[in-house]
């Protein structure tokens, strides 16, 4: 059968009443299941452990979304030998099976869409579009990968020697761990396992534990397109435990992780370590964090340069590693876009997820908003001057309001710091080169965009700006898988990009063969 070329998903058209009624449904079916206990999956049986864990609904804590399995090291190893048994088998399924699955995948996602959509919003807080922008992005995934098996497949065999049959392959590495985040909880987990399963690879899976019900939605969905037991395993509980025994174990081939630095540079630093038992250099392919700039240059049209900052740094309450954490504004028109930005911030709908209307819901949890909340406080301590928001919001959820510091220093706490909520540092640059100068300050590197009409200084961005994920004139967050392949320099991970052309590299070794022919 002729597959047709990768387009991306569409979003959903929220014009529509009936868009709307169906996603107001799937919420409110969804809600009657709160509370349910949902277990690890393990080669295809449920499995429990004797300590549970609460997911929580962050816009109303007092709801518990589901309860999970604290998993033991004994749970997590019989994972991992599960893994390792079925690898045997699962690594000479051929490339197109596997790539059907992922192909299945992707249509029951989309037939059971408003579900995901309505998870997203009660489990981790995405507004309508945020979570709706994620499940596409978890079917593009699925759809791009599986095409991307089949050209590794049927690529090109090696330069030939005269007198030899020269070929190439692209084998699995074995048994991985995916370690995904909170919040991309469904596109990030789906990209990253997907990518593993499609290569040959047999996985076992740990979710956040503000995310396992997402998850477990996932796990369904892999289950109903028939994915046989055992490709992929489900362990839910914390990082500092069921992670670490992963990450550790010498039957673990290779790590894929996305999350905070600290956490990233913790595995890498594991997962560097030889085992006994263990004969080879475990794989680690990292996302880490970000501390993104949008550099606003004098010639440029404001409203719009203030309308993609708005977005990207207010979008999903901030909770992106591409979130724009930092405007880096020519002095030319500082006190215009300082003026302009306040206004468009004060225009932004903080509130329940679930409610349509609501741009901003809540952020993750308590921990959060409250590590939030001091970085508010140091940032007015160190000279950043509050022009909008603060420490506070109405309601009974993990509330802010989104918040722009102005005047903020270069190497204030603030601006170097991923903050990871809705707080937007305002800093005065001299001219374009200077904002530059201080877009490059950091010790990350992930996204960054530049509002300028000047072709000259655009580029100087694409040569200077040191970012893995440049952006001209449009907003630094809503990587496209395909045309934005993803990933970071320095501090910001392993630059892996996700959703590229080279990515499924990363699951794969290669291997050689000449043959001497008469």
């Not at 007198?163 to 995904?180: Q, R, T, Y």
């Not at 970000?290 to 900052?309: N, P, R, S, Y």
């Not at 190497?411 to 530059?436: K, M, S, Y």
């Not at 072709?455 to 449009?474: C, M, S, W």
Request: aromatic share 10%; with cysteine; proline share 5%.
């Amino acid at each position: 059968m002729q597959i047709p070329e990768f387009r991306n998903e569409s979003i959903t058209d929220w014009s529509k009443s009936e868009n709307r009624t169906r996603q107001d449904a799937a919420i409110a079916q969804l809600e009657t299941q709160f509370g349910v206990e949902y277990p690890n999956i393990i080669d295809g049986m449920h499995a429990f452990s004797a300590e549970k864990f609460n997911t929580l609904n962050p816009s109303q804590p007092n709801q518990i979304v589901g309860v999970f399995q604290n998993s033991t090291a004994d749970d997590v190893v019989l994972a991992l030998k599960v893994a390792a048994d079925k690898f045997e088998q699962w690594r000479w399924t051929s490339p197109a099976e596997r790539a059907n699955y992922l192909f299945r995948a992707a249509e029951l996602m989309r037939r059971r869409r408003f579900e995901l959509n309505a998870a997203l919003i009660l489990e981790v807080g995405k507004s309508w579009g945020e979570a709706d922008g994620d499940v596409a992005e978890a079917i593009d995934f699925c759809e791009f990968y599986g095409r991307e098996m089949l050209r590794y497949a049927n690529q090109a065999p090696a330069i030939q020697l005269p007198g030899e049959k020269d070929e190439l392959w692209s084998l699995p590495l074995g048994v991985g761990v995916i370690i995904p985040p909170w919040n991309f909880p469904l596109a990030i987990l789906t990209g990253m396992t997907a990518a593993s399963i499609v290569t040959g690879n047999t996985v076992v899976l740990k979710p956040a534990s503000d995310s396992p019900f997402v998850g477990f939605k996932f796990m369904e969905i892999m289950e109903e397109a028939g994915l046989p037991p055992g490709v992929i395993n489900l362990v839910t509980g914390p990082g500092s435990t069921v992670g670490d025994t992963l990450v550790k174990h010498p039957q673990t081939r290779f790590v894929a992780f996305t999350g905070s630095k600290e956490v990233g540079v913790h595995i890498y630093e594991e997962a560097a370590k030889v085992r006994p038992g263990q004969i080879w250099l475990k794989r680690v392919i990292a996302e880490m964090g970000g501390k993104d700039a949008i550099i606003v240059d004098a010639e440029t049209d404001l409203d719009e340069a203030v309308e993609g900052v708005a977005l990207s740094a207010f979008g999903f309450q901030g909770q992106k590693c591409s979130a724009c954490s930092r405007a880096i504004v020519d002095e030319k028109v500082y006190d215009e876009f300082v003026e302009k930005v306040v206004k468009r911030t004060e225009s932004i709908s903080v509130g329940p997820a679930k409610a349509f209307d609501n741009f901003m819901g809540p952020v993750i949890n308590k921990w959060a908003l409250e590590k939030i909340q001091r970085y508010i406080k140091v940032g007015q301590k160190e000279g950043g001057r509050l022009v909008v928001g603060g420490t506070s919001a109405p309601g009974k959820g993990y509330f802010l309001p989104p918040t722009v510091i102005a005047d903020v220093h270069p190497q204030a706490t603030i601006a170097q710091e991923e903050i990871f909520g809705p707080v937007l540092a305002v800093i005065r640059a001299n001219d374009f080169d200077h904002a530059l100068e201080i877009a490059n300050g950091t010790e990350f590197g992930l996204t960054g965009a530049v509002y300028t009409n000047n072709r000259n200084k655009i580029e100087t961005a694409k040569l200077q700006f040191q970012v893995g994920n440049l952006y001209v004139n449009r907003k630094c967050t809503g990587a496209m898988v395909g045309a934005h392949p993803c990933g970071g320099f320095n501090m910001s991970g392993t630059n892996s990009k996700a959703g590229g052309r080279d990515y499924l590299s990363l699951f794969m070794q290669a291997k050689s063969i000449a043959e001497k022919i008469e």
